[in-house]
């Protein structure tokens, strides 16, 4: 299964809002809802930020937040925080698990 | 809290093997499927395997079929990879992962152990 498609990098400043997209076909993405995002630093392991499209586990500060349109999932990060500055990867899992290829999250 | 702890990384000849193992604690270990993820230096993720609790349904990545043996020992909590026929390409940092539920919507990472192959 092809990798889902991200876009290589995203900037934003403090405070504001950046959205980071990440786009499959209807056999992933568009075709139920079993859509992850991960938040990884630099040298530390991932860390699940949103599920199931929209979900966010407990811990997981509520201004991040997903949606699904079609064959793109997205991820929003509101009021920007020099701790987001990260690197964020969709995952589709339902049957196989694909990834994206990762989004570098700048805050500039 | 549930913890793991990846090892048995290290510097591999092309062709050679490995057996990575990885140590779960806090968590009813048997009642969760696990998985093994990596990351190729400066690279994204890839999924390389799952297994069952029960060892009973057990999945590889096509990259990794045939060479590469999950299994786990529910008596000492333990993940473990056989990696053989090592290639250049699955140089990588190896993270075990236990997911929220089901298969791959994967919850808690260990830290990593680090695979090396080159002559």
């Known amino acids: 299964q092809s990798a889902l498609t991200q876009p290589r990098s995203v900037s934003g400043s403090p405070g504001q809002s950046v959205t980071i997209s990440c786009t499959g076909t209807?056999?992933?993405?568009?075709?139920?809802?079993?859509v992850s995002w991960y938040q990884q630093h630099p040298g530390k392991a991932p860390k699940l930020m949103i599920y199931?499209?929209?979900q966010r586990p407990s811990g997981v500060p509520d201004r991040f937040s997903g949606s699904k349109s079609g064959n793109t999932a997205s991820l929003t990060i509101s009021g920007l925080q020099a701790e987001d500055e990260a690197d964020y990867y969709c995952?589709?899992?339902?049957?196989?698990?694909?990834f994206g290829g990762g989004t570098k999250l700048t805050v500039l | 809290e549930v913890q793991l702890v990846e090892s048995g990384g290290g510097l591999v000849k092309p062709g050679g093997s490995l057996r990575l193992s990885c140590a779960a604690s806090?968590?009813?270990?048997?009642?969760?499927?696990m998985n093994w993820v990596r990351q190729a230096p400066g690279k994204g993720l890839e999924w390389v395997s799952s297994?069952?609790?029960?060892?009973?349904?057990?999945y590889y990545a096509d990259s990794v079929k045939g060479r590469f043996t999950i299994s786990r020992d529910n008596a000492k909590n333990s993940l473990y990879l056989q990696m053989n026929s090592l290639r250049a390409e699955d140089t990588a940092v190896y993270y075990c992962?236990?997911?929220?539920?089901?298969?791959?919507?994967?919850?808690?990472w260990g830290k990593g152990t680090t695979v090396t192959v080159s002559s």
């Open positions: 992962v236990k997911p929220l539920r089901g298969y791959g919507l994967l919850d808690v």
């Open positions: 806090g968590l009813p270990f048997s009642g969760y499927s």
């Open positions: 297994i069952s609790g029960s060892s009973s349904y057990i």
């Open positions: 209807s056999t992933d993405v568009g075709g139920h809802n079993f």
């Open positions: 199931d499209v929209s």
């Open positions: 995952c589709s899992y339902a049957g196989s698990v694909v």
